[in-house]
């Protein structure tokens, strides 16, 4: 039988089939010696053991058009990461890792900035511009008026992107994913958090990934918040590739192979005293390059 995996819990992964049972299985030990571990999002091939207690063995995974390793899923066309323009305060250096990481994975992201009733709407337009102007896609959306049943532009303008599409939703503890899943498909019943008052970071309400069906062809994969995330596998002299905004400046530096930081006559660095450049992007670039380049590589 063929099925598409719908979640993974403690070892067990539930497999929707097309006659809309859903079975509970394990998977098969060899797929540990080829140093395989099915996904969320995987389309595979299982095993019946037990018909009526709908369990059995995933015993193959079908050829995958992607797979990302944070979050684990599989199979996805796009990605829409969600972070609060307030409460908690947004790190953007963790949003660039993001961003970083997906285009790694040649995933399409689009940038939800959420809770924008929390700052001013010239605030919110702002951080908005700046990755527009990356060439990044952006939308402001407000929970607030989610859990209203206000009509928010920001939301609709959500699910047009996401029809017909497999998008998986990622972003930081407590930026109000769940309440947004929430208000783009309130069957879902996703289940809500608040923000600890004390350390003002995210409770983690979501706690496994999940793929979730909206109308037809249209699936959302809901996964846990995430407070950091590693670059492993670029190179320090290569994440000026990851800034598209840089890209303007490419071979028209004072030095061949100028990684922007230190080097004189610097085209980038003249852009970002001009206002070319953001400085907020700038600044986390030279953050991300000083962790990478002193990082261990054994």
Known sequence: MKGKIVKGVGGFYYVHLSDGRIFECKAKGAF?????????????????LDEDAMTGHVVSILKRRNKLLRPAVANVDQAVVVFALADPKPNYNLLDRFLIRMQFEHVPTLICFNKSDLVCADDANRIKEIY??????????????????????GVETLKKLIAGKTTVFAGPSGVGKSTLLNAIM???????????????RGKHTTRHS?????????????????????????????????????????????????????????????????????????????????????????
């Open 186 to 200: 309130p069957e879902a019943s996703v289940q809500t958090g608040a923000i600890s008052e004390k350390i003002k």
């Open 32 to 48: 540990r010696s080829q140093g395989m571990k099915p996904a969320v999002g995987d389309d595979v091939e299982i095993e019946i």
């Open 210 to 298: 999940e793929l979730l069906g909206l109308g037809s062809d249209t699936y959302i994969m809901d996964t846990p918040g995430f407070s950091s995330l590693f670059l492993e596998e670029v190179m320090p002299e290569q994440l000026q590739n990851y800034y598209p905004e840089f890209d303007e400046c490419q071979g028209k530096c004072r030095f061949v192979g100028c990684v922007h930081v230190k080097e004189p006559d610097c085209l980038v660095k003249q852009f970002v005293e001009e206002g070319k450049i953001s400085s907020l992007r700038y600044d986390n670039y030279l953050q991300l390059y000083e962790e990478l380049k002193n990082k261990r590589r054994w």
């Open 132 to 153: 527009e102007n990356c060439g990044y896609d952006a939308v402001i959306t407000t929970t607030s008026y989610c859990m209203t049943n206000t009509f928010d532009a």
